[in-house]
């Protein structure tokens, strides 16, 4: 029984109409672009940009911004061509079973819901405390017992929200792109407002240096040195070009999110023109407005200054306007109320996908009657994150996120290049020219991002994979829908 049969376009397309697996299909290029733009502005904008400023690159941040939005734009051709070609639920994890085999498939699978639990789960407690920011500047303090897991009991409110979103995600995806891009219209305008307002308290001096000169990192050892720094035995070194990668590594969080898109391919009604779209179109709109929102912030306020937890607010705070301080955090608000819902959103397709396969148990992934989305595994994505959310500081967990999404990433890029050179005949209506080259760069680009995060992330992502391997070989293997066809299929013996 081999593990790296693979499943083929044609059937991963028919399996789609299936009564009690069918997604309605509803949503637009428009409604995908949305959502890319709703998932990707969020922690990154509002927090990363004064870490991998103050810490890394300086006034730079706005090219370690760019490099991370190029590997992100290599891997997103390749999404883009393989979401045309394939318009199946499960993104990345469709792609690598029809271009790899079973195996990698899992593989990536079980990659995508450690990014997208964690990561949904991390941005729920983001949502918590800039909600405790907020009810304080209105004379609102919760009790650190149900508002902070750290130091209380049980985060109450990062719960609830988890909550109220599954229902709204239950209910409908057309719901929620509406409710989606409500936000997003909101969000933008926050964006827009900090790059507007902030150009009038930009002072020249700040940007000099542009790039500070390389210093040695301090405080870098054993598991939270980077694999760079434990495999060559020194740095990156702190600002300079190194710096700059090291930044881009970190600052690679906040375009976490664009794949997200392609997990929504069956339910979009033109999916070989409005996937690619979505999916570049986002990507393009947002790293357009990183790098506006890095070069305002870093010139509003010595890189050396900044908050690194809340740049933004505390930027204006320090130019003496605290009421634009208390809009940005109401932006910050709605912000990442939409990368909890599109991240729970890509987390119930791609675990729909592996349960319609049956790597995961079947009944799972039934689809609800009247509002067409796959209700139960909605509603156990929503209960184990608001688990994790409320119980759990999830700092170190969350740094596992940009590993996870970096792997397959390049997983992804492999199988597009495999699938053009096995399936010649597959009808392309994206076709990235030059896929090669393209594929390659993806793989090189992300692969460098991977070597800059630190040894104890990769650690836990080998825990984490090695825990995939041991659910696939004493489950899935064995009961997929590929190995039931391959005993149905096989000559009976005779003794």
Not at 8 to 32: F, M, W
């Amino acid at each position: 029984m081999s593990v790296m049969r693979t499943k083929s376009v044609e059937q991963a397309i028919r399996e789609t109409e299936e009564p009690e697996h069918q997604l309605k299909k509803d949503l637009s290029g428009l409604d995908l672009t949305v959502f890319g733009v709703g998932v990707i502005i969020g922690t990154g904008i509002f927090v990363l940009t004064g870490e991998a400023a103050q810490e890394s690159a300086g006034p730079a941040v706005a090219i370690s911004f760019v490099l991370a939005a190029i590997a992100c734009a290599l891997a997103g051709l390749c999404y883009a061509e393989f979401a045309s070609t394939v318009p199946v639920a499960g993104s990345a994890y469709t792609f690598s079973y029809a271009g790899i085999g079973e195996l990698v498939a899992w593989i990536i699978g079980w990659d995508l819901i450690l990014e997208l639990l964690i990561g949904a789960a991390t941005v729920s407690v983001g949502w918590s405390q800039y909600l405790s920011v907020l009810l304080d500047t209105l004379g609102i303090s919760l009790p650190t017992a149900i508002s902070n897991a750290e130091d209380g009991v049980f985060n109450l409110p990062a719960a609830v929200i988890v909550l109220v979103l599954t229902a709204v995600l239950v209910t409908g995806v057309r719901i929620s792109s509406r409710l989606n891009a409500v936000i997003v219209a909101i969000k933008l305008i926050v964006v827009l407002f900090v790059i507007v307002a902030g150009l009038f308290f930009i002072k020249a001096s700040n940007y000099t240096p542009f790039i500070p000169p390389s210093k040695p990192s301090e405080g870098e050892s054993g598991l939270s040195q980077t694999l760079v720094q434990a495999v060559f035995g020194s740095g990156p070194a702190a600002f300079g070009v190194s710096g700059i990668l090291a930044a881009a590594a970190l600052v690679f969080f906040a375009f976490i999110g664009f794949d997200v898109v392609a997990t929504a391919a069956e339910e979009t009604k033109n999916p070989q023109r409005d996937v690619p779209r979505g999916i570049l179109g986002s990507l393009v709109l947002c790293t357009i407005l990183y790098v506006a929102v890095s070069l305002v912030v870093v010139g509003m306020q010595k890189y050396s200054e900044l908050d690194p937890e809340a740049p933004l607010a505390t930027a204006f705070r320090d130019v003496g306007h605290p009421l634009f301080a208390d809009f940005i955090t109401v932006g910050a608000l709605a912000g990442l109320t939409t990368v909890i819902m599109v991240l729970m959103l890509g987390q119930s397709r791609v675990a729909f996908a592996m349960s319609r396969d049956h790597l995961l148990p079947p009944k799972l992934g039934k689809v609800h009657p009247k509002f067409g989305t796959p209700y139960r595994i909605t509603i156990f994505v929503g209960i184990v994150v608001a688990i994790l959310a409320g119980l759990l500081p999830l700092s170190a967990l969350a740094e596992m996120v940009n590993i996870g999404t970096l792997f397959a990433f390049v997983l992804v890029s492999i199988s597009t290049l495999i699938l053009r050179r096995t399936r010649p005949d597959l009808d392309r209506a994206f076709r990235v020219r030059g896929l090669p080259v393209v594929a390659g760069l993806a793989v090189v680009s992300c692969v460098i991002l991977m070597l800059f995060l630190e040894v104890a992330t990769w650690l836990r992502f080998l825990v984490w994979m090695a825990a995939g391997f041991a659910i696939y070989f004493g489950y899935g293997r064995t009961h997929s829908r590929l190995a039931n066809q391959e005993r149905e299929s096989a000559p009976a013996r005779v003794d």
